[in-house]
């Protein structure tokens, strides 16, 4: 499913907004210590109860999130699957932000199109990515640790942004000399 370009745009925003209000650090980002400043609980899928963990896996492979109210819980907890490769439960975890800060009442369309973007932008920055002339796949996967897969989406963003003649907007070059004065750019 596509969004406008608006709401990608929107999407970038909120990812800004997000990187401010928690302070987010150096790439690559630490999903566990973002987690935390949001007040997310991070659960492995093995501290669960194996009764529960069946449902659970049930529901993702990945990861998901439970919200006050559901299972008798008082605070929003992310279950993640510890077993998945490094890149992979980061997305995931990164995926389930974007859930909680989007507000999305559920994981349907297009809500599942939206945290998938969110997640990627927030993860490998386009921005960052231009600035940093990354030119491959390897080359970003190693700068923001993430999977091969996510790099060469991200990877794929920038080369389209730079083609079109557009390197970034306000908010982005704000956010990249706020990264460039702390030196939190690899």
């Known amino acids: 499913m596509y969004l406008s370009p608006s709401r990608y745009e929107e999407l970038n925003r909120e990812v ?14 630490d999903v566990f210590a973002l987690a935390g400043r949001m007040g997310v609980v991070l659960r492995s899928y093995s501290s669960i109860p194996l009764a529960k963990r069946q449902a659970f896996l049930h529901a993702s492979k990945d990861a998901f999130t439970i919200v006050p109210g559901e299972y008798e819980v008082d605070t929003t907890f992310i279950c993640y699957n510890q077993n998945a490769n490094k890149g992979r439960m980061k997305q995931s975890i990164a995926h389930e932000i974007a859930h ?6 559920s994981d349907d369309e297009p809500y599942e199109t939206e ?10 920055p386009i921005p960052i990515i231009i600035k940093l002339k990354l030119a491959s796949v390897h080359e970003v996967r190693n700068c923001f640790q ?16 730079c083609r079109c003649g557009k390197t970034g ?6 956010i990249i000399g706020m990264y460039d004065q702390r030196g939190w750019l690899p």
């Not at 945290?115 to 490998?124: K, R, V």
């Not at 993430?146 to 942004?161: F, G, K, P, T």
């Open 100 to 105: 909680i800060w989007l507000e999305h009442p």
């Open 169 to 174: 907007f306000e908010y982005e070059y704000e």
């Open 146 to 161: 993430i999977s091969c897969e996510a790099a060469r989406i991200a990877l794929e963003r920038a080369n389209n942004r």
């Open 115 to 124: 945290a998938e973007y969110f997640d990627a932008y927030m993860l490998a």
């Open 16 to 29: 800004a907004d997000l990187m401010e209000t928690y302070g987010v650090g150096r790439y690559p980002l």
